[in-house]
């Protein structure tokens, strides 16, 4: 069996999965009216699954040679105004504010500052390329009519990244980018339909400069055609500031929406007048490549809970491991796996008697809004002999097995990330019958 066919395909209505509708079955998000439409609020389970997503994509980011950075989520006007922000994309812009002489504004991006921290002091050709990343927030003033649940906020939670390279290492990065992207998407179980290259469109709302988008563009097409990256063109969708290359996914019902990009920028190194030191002893100007893995947290979210169908891979899983023990003799034994399971580092939680009978408690483990991808029952035999009858979410039931045995394999699951709940038999290979 295919470990992803435990997903929940409708809701038994015959309706698609929708993250706003699983979202609150599962307890990962709600809203509220004084905190303001396209502000969700994270509850519990949900932030398990945006700290792991988040610990993930700094894990990939450190193992690919990212340096991670924090940077403030406000700054003067003029430092937008000097990003070509100001000029091109205010009315997404929250208005400035007022503080004394000065004009402060809530960023609408996060390549400003890392543009700063990189002309924080002298750099050599020796230390390029540079990747500087951040999970960062940032601030749309998104039109009410277009919020919805976690794909369309007003405060963004963005995986974003800056390399600063040298022309010649340009291409290099952001292959390297795309190829970080796709493992991402293996281990988090997301399909891309389509890969587009956006291009700009008629009109005022980008850079005025055609040498610009011409080198820009065709380093891209360069990196799509040494990735073997089939892709599309489409005008009118590039950022301000140079053309990008676009990840697409769909939700259930076949929506498209972008969620990962690789970015090549020639304008902002010449706005902020960055600069290094060559080989030859003088000053060039670096090239910026903008990449996000996942885009931001909260549209990968609403993606995953989608197309899971709320059954996340167990890595992501709130609950990971269920114990179960039959009767109250076993309450003890099982909770001392719990504490084992916890210590080593998995998310378990007991579901004793008092909760329903076996059966019901099986039940509501593998149902909304558990889905948990574990359970381990626990009966007077399996507690006398030190065991745990397994049982997976997807209604296979590997047996009684030790318990360490149980925890080891999970816990070695969980470490591999990936979206199998079992480890597989030698030859069977990663889709074959477990």
Known sequence: MNDRNDRVSDDGQGRLPDHRRLGRELGLFDTDPLMGAGLPYWLPDGAVVRHTLEEYIRDAERRAGYRHVYSPEIGKRELYEISGHW?????????????????????????????????????????????????????????????????????????????????????????????????????????????????????????????????????????????GVAYEEAEGEAAFYGP??????????????????????????????????????????????????????????????????????????????????????????????????????????????????LGARIRAARLVPRLVPYQAVIGAREAGAGLAAVRLRDGRRPGALPVSEVLGRIAERVAARGTALWDRPPGTGHGGPA
């Not at 890595?315 to 009767?327: D, E, H, M, R, Y």
């Open 87 to 227: 000029d091109h994309y205010r009315d997404d812009m929250y208005p400035p504010m007022r503080l004394g002489a000065e004009e402060a504004v809530l960023r609408p991006s996060l390549c400003p500052h890392h543009a700063l921290i990189y002309r924080s002091r002298s750099r050599s050709y020796r230390e390029l390329p540079l990747r500087f990343a951040e999970l960062g927030t940032m601030y749309r003033a998104e039109l009410s009519g277009v919020l919805g649940g976690l794909t369309r906020v007003r405060a963004i939670r963005l995986n974003d990244a800056h390399i600063f390279c040298t022309l010649d290492q340009a291409v290099a990065e952001a292959r390297a980018a795309l190829e970080l992207i796709a493992r991402a998407y293996a281990d988090l179980g997301i399909e891309a339909v389509r890969h587009r290259l956006s291009l700009p469109g008629a009109g005022g709302k980008y850079v005025a400069d055609p040498d610009l988008w011409h080198r820009a563009t065709g380093l891209l097409r360069e990196v799509l055609a040494e990735a």
């Open 244 to 357: 990008k290359i676009d990840v697409q996914i769909a939700d259930p019902a076949g929506r498209e929406s972008t969620l990962s990009t690789v970015q090549i920028d020639f304008h902002q190194p010449a706005r902020f007048g960055l600069q290094y030191i060559g080989a030859d002893g003088a000053k060039h100007r670096p090239v910026m490549v903008h990449r996000s893995v996942v885009g931001s947290v909260e549209r990968a979210v609403a993606h995953l809970t989608e197309a899971h169908g709320g059954a996340f891979p167990a890595w992501l899983a709130p609950v990971q491991l269920v114990v179960l023990p039959v009767g109250e003799e076993q309450v003890e034994r099982a909770v001392a796996v719990v504490r084992e399971a916890v210590a080593l580092g998995l998310r378990a939680e007991l579901a004793g008697p008092g909760q329903g009978t």
